[in-house]
C-alpha cells in the first residue's frame, strides 16, 4: 500500500537527496485530496499522536489537533519540534534540527491522488570536518523505514474513512 519511490522532480526534499540521507514513500487514493487535507490527516492518526505524545513529554513540546490543522491551512509555522521551512500549494517541508519530513500530494489520472512522505537526515560535521550521520542514525534507520510506512499508511486509511464517512452521514466510519 506504501511503497519507496523516487522523490518528484519539484519536491522541495530533493536538495536533500544525496546531502546525507533522504527517503521518499507513495500510496494513492481513489479520489482528489488537498495538500491541506492530507497534512491534516497524517498528523492527526492515531499513530501519529503516539509520536506526538513522545515528544511533548520528553521536548517539552506539546501540539494538538487544532494546531495540525492550523499547520495544514498555513495559520501556522511551527507544530510539535518541527517548524515549516518550506512550503507550496501541494507540498510541505518540515524542519527539526538535522531532519525534515515532507508531505506532498499529486493528482493522477489513473489513480486519483497519489501521497508522498519523505524524510531526510543532514549528517553531521565533526571537527575533522568528517560528515557522520551518528549511533541514533544507523540504530534506528530499519525502524525509520518500517514506521514511515506505517505513518503513510495511517494517514491513508484516515482519509478513506473521512471519505466514506462523508458518502454514508449516517452510518459511523
Known sequence: MAHPTELP???LLLPYDGAGY???YVTALPFPVTAAAFIEGFYTTPLFKLERM?????????STDAQARELAVGRRH????WSVEARKEDQILLAAGRT???LATAP???????LYFGSAVVPRRA???ARSMGFWFRALGGFHKVY????LRAARNRLMAQSRARLRPDEPA
Open 9 to 11: 522532480p519539484d519536491s
Open 22 to 24: 533522504a527517503d521518499c
Open 54 to 62: 513522545i515528544l511533548s513529554r520528553m521536548l517539552r513540546r506539546p
Open 78 to 81: 511551527s507544530f510539535a519540534a
Open 100 to 102: 525534515r519530513s515532507w
Open 108 to 114: 493522477d489520472t489513473a489513480l486519483g491522488t497519489r
Open 127 to 129: 571537527a575533522s570536518g
Open 148 to 151: 514511515s510506512r506505517a505513518l
